[in-house]
């Protein structure tokens, strides 16, 4: 651990400073700072004199058991950010008890990935799968992930078509995906193009019936969408707007869940990506109803500033600020927390609310 870091934004400072300035405009493009306004925007209740010595943040998850509630968001091409990429993000998770969640763009085999996210005794390897084009390469890809020991498969349906804002260098590339063809363009490049090769409800339901692991959905941000998705037999929902590099102006995050959760219930778990920053951003996720968050920059941040040592630190000062909001709060586990540790709404400009 490096003795100039004692929070997750000094990681932000390093890793600017070490990466070409196309490649952090990469990491640090879309529009995420309504996401982490949001969250940062929520207050909270402190609860003093509480008894919550012996506490912890242990969960189950789709039948694994976890340190917390903390999972290492997909985030493609890794070696544009250090060397060793994916695998040392990987090992840092296994290490830190956090499942990883491998890109379907990521820039290293997934096998590797998949064996060090797994070590430490550990089911750390979950795969996010984008459609590819067709049911029979998106099944050999599914097929490819499930043989690599991939425990849940995170179908990400919000980005159709995801390709690289930048030239990438001739030695990274999404090493894991099959060469195709673009389809030809009759008259618009986007519904004859990209959506001509864009995944439907109906292939939502093949995939289903293609695994017996775990599925979720990503990249969901209405509850009838939500609903759709438990009807097709997924096993749940991860709401996110990815992190705003998508469509400009997407619903905040942190405001849909909302809806979803209460759409959606006790049936499946809802989990959070988009904006976590901090502990504490946790915690306001998990006090709107999430069960679990993903983290994606930041993670990357440490990655770039100190390979895989930068990476667990950064879970561990998320984990450590975590625990921490719970103590004031009075949550002496993860099931103590809900709507009733939320302070009123933050006024902004003329008594405008915040959240």
Known sequence: MRPDVHRVQDYQALARARLEPAVWHYLQDGDSARNELALANGTLMPRPLSH???????????????????????VAYQRLFHPDGEVASAMASSAQGAPFLISSLASQP?????????????Q??????????DRERT?????????????????????????????????VCAVNLEEHEAPKVKTSAVFDGWM???????????????????????????????????????????VSNHGGRV??????????????VERVGNRAPVLFDSGVRTGRDVFVALAHGASAVLLGRPYVWGLAA?????VAHVIRLLRDELEMTMALTGCKYLSDIGRHCLGA???????????
């Open 52 to 74: 919550v010595a012996g506490g912890n943040t242990r969960l189950e998850l789709f039948g694994q058991q976890l340190a917390h509630p903390i999972l290492l968001a997909p």
């Open 110 to 122: 997934l096998e590797t990935i998949a064996d060090a996210a797994n070590s430490e005794g550990s």
């Open 124 to 133: 750390g390897a979950w795969f996010q799968l984008y459609w590819q084009g």
């Open 139 to 171: 099944l050999r890809l599914l097929r490819r992930a499930m043989a690599a020991a991939c425990s849940v498969i995170v179908f990400t349906v919000d980005a159709p078509i995801k390709m690289a804002s930048l030239q990438l260098p001739r030695d």
């Open 196 to 238: 001509a090769q864009a995944p439907t409800w109906n292939d939502l339901h093949w995939l289903r019936r293609q695994t017996h692991v775990p599925l979720l959905v990503k990249g969901l941000l209405h509850p009838d969408d939500a609903e759709s998705a438990l009807a097709a037999g997924c096993d749940g929902i991860v």
């Open 247 to 260: 469509l400009q102006g997407a619903a905040v995050s942190l405001f849909a869940l909302d809806a979803i």
């Open 306 to 310: 100190n390979g895989a040592m930068g």
């Open 345 to 355: 709404p933050n006024p902004g400009p003329a008594g405008m609310l915040l959240n």
